[in-house]
Nanobody, 114 residues
C-alpha cells in the first residue's frame, strides 16, 4: 500500500537543529517531493521542494536555514533545519508526487522553544 511517513520532529530550543525524514513506500516514479508546514488556522505553505533530478526550490521565508535533499536508494527525502526560531513551530508535512497522484504524510510536529 502506497504511503508517506514523516519522522524527526520534536521539541528543540531556539538556535538548535533538526533533520526531518520522509519515506515513501510503494510509490514509483516519484517526480516531485516537497516539505510544507502549517500552523493552526493558517494555510499550508511550501518550505522546500526537490525533483527527481535533484533540482530544489525554497519558500521565500527560508533565508538559507533549510536544506532539502534526497536519497534515491532509500526513497527518502530530508529537510535539514538549522538555527531554528520559535516561528518555525508548525506541523511539517511531506508530499511525494508522481504522474498519477499526490501522496501526503500525516505530518510531524516541530516545536521550537525560546
Amino acid at each position: 500500500q502506497a504511503r508517506v511517513v514523516e519522522s524527526g520532529g520534536g521539541l528543540v530550543q531556539a538556535g538548535g537543529s533538526l533533520r526531518l525524514s520522509c519515506v515513501a513506500s510503494d510509490i514509483f516514479s516519484i517526480g516531485f517531493s516537497g516539505w510544507y508546514r502549517q500552523a493552526p488556522g493558517k494555510q499550508r505553505e511550501l518550505v522546500a521542494s526537490i525533483t527527481n533530478t535533484d533540482s530544489t526550490e525554497y519558500g521565500d521565508f527560508v533565508k538559507g536555514r533549510f536544506t532539502i535533499s534526497r536519497d534515491h536508494d532509500k526513497n527518502t527525502v530530508y529537510l535539514q533545519v538549522n538555527d531554528q526560531e520559535p516561528a518555525d513551530t508548525d506541523v511539517y508535512y511531506c508530499e511525494q508526487e508522481n504522474r498519477q497522484r499526490r501522496y501526503w504524510g500525516q505530518g510531524t510536529q516541530v516545536t521550537v522553544s525560546s
